[in-house]
């Protein structure tokens, strides 16, 4: 395992499509482990390819139950709504208000190939939804709702 540079939100791949993994190759199995302990190392709860400058659909969440890695990931169903506050490690030191599903539900593929149903509440349903948005070019501060001014 190796750890990778997590890229900035400033960079160009972050708003780039990700391609679907057609084969699991020794490649994406690096990927994931590399994202793993990239993301550990940053103290982040959540991980998408094209942060560490890799354009395909693989994701990678750990919210405190243990590490989830989920490859072509499709939310299949959500429930609710709740807001608060969210960040990113490709923007260091921000947070902003979005409005994410209370629930969510994802199906992907494992690394073994086989079909997996992820789902969770709060923490983990705004997890699932920030990191899929990454596979689309979307970041949570294109969401984040504005806060009034408190003076
Ligand atoms: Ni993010």
Redesign the pocket.
């Given at each position: 395992m190796a750890k990778r540079n997590i890229r900035l939100s400033t960079e160009e791949i972050l708003r780039k499509t990700c391609k679907e993994v057609k084969e699991i190759t020794p490649n994406v199995i690096a990927l994931l482990d590399d994202m793993a302990e990239t993301m550990y190392d940053a103290n982040g709860v959540?991980l998408?390819a094209p942060?560490v400058g890799v354009l395909k659909r693989v994701v990678i969440i750990d919210v405190g139950d243990g590490l989830v890695e989920l490859i072509n990931p499709v939310i299949v169903e959500t429930k609710g709504s709740v807001i608060d506050y969210e960040g990113?490690?490709?923007i260091p030191g921000m947070s902003a208000l979005v409005d994410r599903p209370e629930y969510a539900k994802a199906r992907a593929i494992n690394r073994n190939g086989q079909e997996i149903f992820v789902e969770g509440k709060d923490l983990m349903a705004r997890a699932i939804c920030?990191?899929i948005d990454?596979l689309d070019g979307v970041?949570?501060i294109d969401k984040a709702i504005p806060e009034e001014d408190e003076e």
């Open positions: 959540g998408a942060q990113c490690l490709s920030h990191e990454h970041l949570y």
